[in-house]
C-alpha cells in the first residue's frame, strides 16, 4: 500500500466523519487569554492588524528610507536571523512583535516571503514595517520600556536590601567580639 493513498483516504474518512469536538479545557482558554494579553501587549490590536492587511508589495518597494544610517541607529547592527526568521538587528521587544505578527497575520506573513530577499534585504523590510506602523505601536514599546525599567529598579533595589541586613548581622558581631567578656 503506498503512504499517500493511506494519508488521503485517511484525511478524506476524517473529513467525512467529523467528530463531536469536545468542550475546551481549562488550561486551553487559559493559554488563549495568555496569548491574546501577548498580543494587546505589543500592540497587535485590531486596528494594527487591518492596517498591515493593506500593505502591498508596492508599498514596501516603493517606500524610500530616508537615511540608512538614521535607520539603522534605531535598530542596531546587523546579524543573523533566528530560528524564527526575525532579525537579529531589532529590539527584544520589537523581534517579539514582529514575530506574533507574522505568526496572527497570514497576509504579512505572505508578504515578507515576497519580498525578501529577492526585492529588499530583511534588515530593510523591517525598518520600513516599523516606520510605517510606528504611530499604532508607539505607546505600546514605551509602555515596555518602562516595565523593563521598573523590573530593573526593583532588582537593585531587592539587592540593596539584602545587602543591608548582611551588613546589619556583620556590624553587630564585630561589636560582640570586640566588647569585653563579662567578669564573673
Known sequence: MDWSSWFRRTLLKDANNPKISDPPKPSSTK??????????????????????????????????LQDDGVASADSGTASATSACSVRKDLS?????????VLSSVKEMSQLRYMLCPRHMKERQFWQIYFVLVKSHIADYEQRAIQL???????????????????EVEMAESKVASSSPPASP
Open 92 to 100: 527584544e521587544w520589537q523581534e517579539r512583535h514582529a514575530y506574533l
Open 148 to 166: 523593563a525599567k521598573l523590573k530593573e529598579m526593583k532588582i537593585v533595589v531587592d539587592k540593596s536590601s539584602n545587602g543591608s541586613s548582611y
Open 31 to 64: 493559554k488563549r487569554h495568555q496569548a491574546e494579553e501577548d498580543l494587546e501587549q505589543y500592540g497587535i490590536t485590531q486596528q494594527l492588524v487591518d492596517l498591515v492587511k493593506t500593505f502591498t508589495v508596492d508599498t514596501f518597494k516603493n517606500f524610500h
